[in-house]
């Protein structure tokens, strides 16, 4: 009978406002990092969206002054809808909660410290402007921080139960191991 009613037209419609929250979320936070790469006259090739944030395939950084705020730009956009949603919660706006939930995980989603989401690019950009140190230095400690980290996810998920974390942390080793990190 629950897997009846889950199929309700009404329930439909939600998930299909929540794919629409979900995907012009993602969107949004791919065009922050497109428009400041155009900024910063880096070209985009293409923008691969993911359930949980696109990563824009922006053409290699040897600047790590620029990838720096390409990868904060997607990020900030995420924060700058959850206060714009924060707002229209209190007025009463519709779907606002649902809103400032998604964006406020993929705002901390993607700044943590793992390869390829922006927080583990932004740790590449401040190692790599250390005195004495280079791009493919920064790139191998970050790959072996990404990896540390993605291993602790699990860690932690296999601990607390929460299998999301769990998927989460053998995505980012898989992605890892492939070691195409640009
Ligand atoms: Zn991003």
């Known amino acids: 009978m629950g897997l009846i009613c889950a199929y309700s037209p009404e329930s439909a419609l939600l998930s299909l406002t929540y794919a629409v929250i979900l995907f ?4 949004l936070h791919e065009l922050g990092h ?3 790469a155009r900024d910063f006259g880096c070209e985009t090739k293409d923008i691969t969206l993911y359930p949980f944030g696109g990563i824009a395939q922006v053409k290699l950084q040897a600047d790590p002054f620029k990838e720096f705020y390409i990868a904060l730009a997607g990020p900030t956009v995420n924060a700058f809808l959850c206060v ?4 229209g919660f209190a007025l009463g706006v519709p779907l606002m909660h649902e809103i400032l939930f998604l964006n406020a995980i993929m705002c901390l989603f993607n700044l943590l410290p793992s390869f390829p989401m922006d927080g583990g690019r932004v740790v590449r ?7 004495g140190s ?3 230095t920064a790139t191998a400690t970050c790959l072996k921080i990404s990896k540390w ?3 602790l996810y699990v860690a932690i998920g296999v601990a607390t139960g929460w299998i999301g974390l769990v998927i989460v942390g053998g995505f980012l080793l898989f992605v890892n191991s492939r070691g195409s990190i640009r």
């Not at 950009?125 to 005195?131: E, T, V």
Request: no cysteine.
């Open 125 to 131: 950009s401040i190692l790599a402007r250390r005195p």
């Open 149 to 151: 980290m993605s291993w």
């Open 134 to 136: 280079d791009y493919e």
């Open 24 to 27: 012009g979320s993602v969107l």
């Open 84 to 87: 714009i949603a924060f707002f």
């Open 34 to 36: 497109a428009i400041v």
